[in-house]
């Protein structure tokens, strides 16, 4: 006979709806839920109507219960017993219908549950003389099953929660009229309308107006975020005050927020190695709890000759307080919790697995560009020469740059408008691919760009202000008019404000912190010094990094590596955890990385690690305390100093509860 210890599949009336079978279907207790998303809406309703109906069932349960024992104040006599003990079969038989049905079913498959070893237990008290101690065994178990699974479903329901945030339509604009459509028939290139205050039911980017989004459906923070023409909006995010109309980017099976509710509804299925263990060892645990319990009944009655009544009671105290129930659940619950923690900060966790893998972590592999800086170059220093001011050289770039449609010309428009800079207007203007720009101003010619933009005649200026230090790791863009270079500005990729405070934060756990770079040794290294990082690597392609990662890896053990999850994707794959930063490139980092940080703050990295290492000390906790309570109780037990009453009570039903009410406090922790 194969023996399994599957304790949770048991349900009271919660099947799925989908045209599937329930096992195919959905997901067990331990799962996120079903594989649709209209039935998984459908079961929240279904599971909220009939929320009551399990304790409608306990309640009259409880009522024959204390008939039967009012009986007892009756005068004794056969009749009385017969009615009492009837009375205590039905209670069984009703309230425990289900629990007996999957038990039976179970044996038929060749496994042996909890489910089965409660209805044995529960049958035997009537064998043993006292139906009371099964109908209360049942009843309490019963009790036990319901607030257990009502406590998972409510450390669950961001997946629903989630669903619900999703439009079901949308305004299109279609041959000059609005109309209101389902989001499955939006498409791509469709002009969508959107209100204050309506939320966004697509991905797309703003056409017109401007206006501040909520996005904490996505990102977790409640702070809007202005948004205006070109900015991209995603579907679920609230539209707070402007009207706007947007261009469709993306499907609605394709958008960002669909990914994210498919990554939840998947979290589950990588189950941590501590689950796996546990999931063994109750295996081997459970049908080695049911012998001992037989040799417990029957040994002493042979050697002994002790009464098998008094040994066979002590042997179904120790099944019952042996019943692994809060044991099984300890793990699966408290990754649940911090799966939901992680989401609701805007953190999409792929597993459990992750969450250890983290806990572990020996080494974190940065990205530089976009992970430890904002990734966008800003205008540091304005140096003048040859008779030019700050304000006239600034001036004549910013306006030159403004005809570029270049990455670095974005820097200096932005600088422009913050700063209120009146454009000179430009003649002539022309743009050289890799070396720079060409334009006159007042019939003056001027150079904006790289060094291998100027003639001959300049290049000893430009040798002469090559040892500037203050030059050395930064982006120069050179200034010059017909005859002489006329300065420099440089740019620099600004360092996110909470990068140094995480790697102090990460050193603090004993976790060696690295840069792996494409940039020159200079700018890594002025990095590197600025962060405090230990280490890093420059000068690398893609494949170079891939190299490095996998070294690391080797000598560590446990590393994670967190990037962009566009051109880091190799590497992310090859790290123990690969975490992804960031909505930019999202269809490649969902694809790629193990962890999705759904913003840009940086200090999610920290919390992340928090999360990890507050997960698994929650399930050594539990795990700890199910053995060292249920060792006691069971020594008692078979002792005879503890009934079936107390066996339920606190070593099933208490225990349990505790275990869930330990690990949901991880679904409570919030980022700074």
């Known amino acids: 006979m ?24 959905c997901d067990d207790n331990h799962e996120v839920g079903c594989c649709c998303e209209a039935s ?8 909220y109507k009939q929320s009551k109906k399990p304790l409608v069932v306990f309640a009259i349960g409880i009522g024959i219960f204390l008939i039967g024992n009012l009986i007892n104040l009756l005068p004794s006599s ?30 038929f498959k060749g496994k042996i549950k909890i489910s089965l070893l ?14 009371s101690e099964g109908a209360i065994l049942i009843l309490l178990y019963y009790l036990a099953e319901y607030l257990e699974e009502y406590a998972l479903d409510k450390s669950k329901r961001s997946i629903i929660n ?3 945030l999703t439009p079901d339509k949308g305004i299109v604009k279609q041959d000059g009229e609005n109309i209101e ?50 900015d991209e909006v995603y579907g679920s995010t609230i539209n707070e005050e402007g009207y706007i109309e947007i261009e469709v980017t993306k499907s609605s099976k394709n958008s960002v927020f669909s990914k994210i509710i498919d990554l939840v509804k998947e979290s589950e299925d990588k189950k941590a190695k501590i689950d796996l263990f546990i999931d063994k060892f109750a295996s081997i645990y459970t049908p080695l709890v049911v012998i001992i319990a037989i040799l417990i009944a029957v040994l002493p009655t042979i050697l002994f000759n002790a009464s098998l009544t008094e040994w066979a009671y002590r042997a179904l105290v120790l099944l019952v307080i042996s019943c692994p129930c809060a044991l099984a659940i300890s793990t699966p619950v408290s990754m649940v919790s911090s799966i939901t923690a992680g989401t609701k900060n805007g953190i999409i966790i792929k597993g459990g697995k992750y969450i250890e893998e983290l806990s572990k972590i020996k080494a974190v592999l940065f990205d530089k560009t976009g992970t430890l800086t904002e990734g966008k170059l800003e205008i540091e220093n304005i140096v003048p020469l040859n008779g030019y001011t700050s304000e006239d050289l600034i001036k004549i770039a910013c306006s030159i740059e403004s005809k570029s449609k270049h990455p670095i010309a974005k820097t200096f428009n932005e600088y422009s408008k913050k700063e209120n800079i009146n454009l000179l207007n430009v003649e002539n203007f022309k743009s050289l691919t890799g070396k720079g720009l060409v334009g006159y101003i007042d019939s003056v010619k001027y150079c904006v760009g790289k060094e291998s933009l100027f003639n001959d005649n300049l290049n000893e200026k430009i040798d002469k202000l090559k040892d500037l230090k203050s030059f050395d790791t930064k982006t120069k863009v050179i200034i010059a008019d017909e005859k002489e270079i006329i300065g420099f500005i440089s740019l620099q990729d600004k360092l996110k404000d909470n990068s140094k405070s995480l790697i102090n934060k990460l050193k603090s756990y004993k976790i060696k912190t690295m840069m792996l770079t494409g940039d020159n040794n200079r700018i890594a290294k002025e990095v590197a010094i600025k962060t405090n990082l230990d280490d890093f690597y420059s000068n690398l392609m893609p494949e170079d990094k891939l190299t490095i990662v996998q070294e690391i890896v080797d000598e560590y053990k446990d590393v994670a590596m967190i990037g962009d ?29 193990d962890i999705v940080l ?12 928090d999360l990890s290492k507050k997960t698994m000390n929650i399930i050594k906790q539990n795990v700890i305390l199910c053995l060292f309570i249920k060792g006691g109780l069971a020594i008692l037990g078979v002792l005879g100093f503890i009934n079936l009453w107390v066996a339920i009570l606190v070593g099933d039903m208490g225990l349990t509860l505790f275990v869930v009410a330990n690990a949901m406090r991880l679904s409570k922790l919030k980022t700074i």
């Open 598 to 609: 759904l913003d840009d703050k940086l200090s999610k990295l920290g919390f992340l690690i």
């Open 2 to 25: 194969e023996i399994n210890q599957e304790d949770h599949e048991h349900q009271h009336d919660h099947s799925c709806s989908c045209s599937h079978e329930h096992d195919d279907c």
């Open 40 to 47: 998984l809406l459908e079961n929240l309703d279904v599971d």
């Open 181 to 230: 459509i389902n989001v499955d028939d939006i498409n791509i290139g469709d002009i969508v309308i959107v209100h204050p205050g309506d939320k966004i039911p697509i991905d797309g980017k703003i056409i017109k107006g401007n206006t501040s989004i909520n996005q904490s459906s996505i990102t977790g923070e409640s702070i809007p975020v202005n948004k205006k023409i070109n």
């Open 162 to 164: 989630l669903i619900k």
């Open 78 to 107: 056969d009749f009385n017993f017969l009615i009492r003990e009837l009375l205590f079969l039905i209670i069984v038989v009703f309230v425990g219908k289900d629990i007996i049905k999957d038990g039976i079913k179970s044996l």
């Open 565 to 593: 999850g566009v051109n880091d994707s190799p590497s992310l794959a090859k790290a123990n955890v690969g975490i992804a930063m960031g909505l930019e490139g999202s269809d490649v980092a969902v694809e790629t990385a």
């Open 118 to 131: 409660m209805t044995i237990s529960a049958f035997a008290t009537f064998l043993l003389g006292d139906g």
